[in-house]
T-cell receptor, first 114, second 112 residues
Framework: DSGVTQTPKHLITATGQRVTLRCSPRSGDLSVYWYQQSLDQGLQFLIQYYNGEERAKGNILERFSAQQFPDLHSELNLSSLELGDSALYFC?????????????FGPGTRLTVL | AQSVTQPDIHITVSEGASLELRCNYSYGATPYLFWYVQSPGQGLQLLLKYFSGDTLVQGIKGFEAEFKRSQSSFNLRKPSVHWSDAAEYFCAVVTNAGKSTFGDGTTLTVKP
């Protein structure tokens, strides 16, 4: 158990819909990262937040957005969903701001878009 | 932009045999390099990391990796593989700006 929690574990929805994925980092961790893992794209870094502020951005679509709240939990919002958005979405957290820190991964949310 | 290549999609080794998983990266500056392992249905777990100092780094579960700047490689090794090592292994590079790039992964199968 990494200490990172993600809800829900599974999510099934239809094209065109909007969903919100939630992540609670390990106690004391200030950074939260979001990743998408799919068979055709592999593991893709989406975005990082540090203490409420966006810190680094990866291959995140404009239809996707994220935020980190004052209690440090984070939400990833996916809108206008397409079939290709079906994937496993991971959240990870780390203690600090830096690049050398270990990221602790949550168990993931499996999103299926029908 | 940085990139990570894991040339072997799938590797099969016998239990007790040695293992080497290859990772090549492309990045203009000194990289922060990581190896993660993912068991089926699980999140990723850090095996080891390199960002400075000794180029041979030791990790958990008996794994080690060697950073070779001249070859832009960070290969993962284990002298004797156990059946529980069967999993998918990811190499990753993190830039100074905090962007993470993962390789496509190598699936390890361990034969009894």
């Amino acid at each position: 158990d990494s200490g990172v929690t993600q809800t829900p574990k599974h999510l099934i929805t239809a094209t065109g819909q909007r969903v919100t994925l939630r992540c609670s980092p390990r106690s004391g961790d200030l950074s939260v990262y979001w990743y998408q893992q799919s068979l055709d794209q592999g593991l893709q870094f989406l975005i990082q937040y540090y203490n409420g502020e966006e810190r680094a951005k990866g291959n995140i679509l404009e239809r996707f957005s994220a935020q980190q709240f004052p209690d440090l939990h984070s939400e990833l919002n996916l809108s206008s969903l397409e079939l290709g958005d079906s994937a496993l979405y991971f959240c990870a957290s780390s203690a600090g701001y830096g690049e050398a820190g270990e990221q602790f991964f949550g168990p993931g949310t499996r999103l299926t878009v029908l | 932009a940085q990139s990570v290549t894991q040339p072997d999609i799938h590797i099969t080794v016998s239990e007790g045999a040695s293992l080497e998983l290859r990772c090549n990266y492309s990045y203009g500056a000194t990289p922060y390099l990581f190896w993660y392992v993912q068991s089926p249905g699980q999140g990723l777990q850090l095996l080891l990391k390199y960002f400075s100092g000794d180029t041979l780094v030791q990790g958990i579960k008996g794994f080690e990796a060697e950073f070779k700047r001249s070859q832009s490689s960070f290969n993962l090794r284990k002298p004797s593989v156990h059946w529980s090592d069967a999993a998918e292994y990811f190499c990753a590079v993190v830039t100074n700006a905090g962007k993470s790039t993962f390789g496509d992964g190598t699936t390890l199968t361990v034969k009894p």
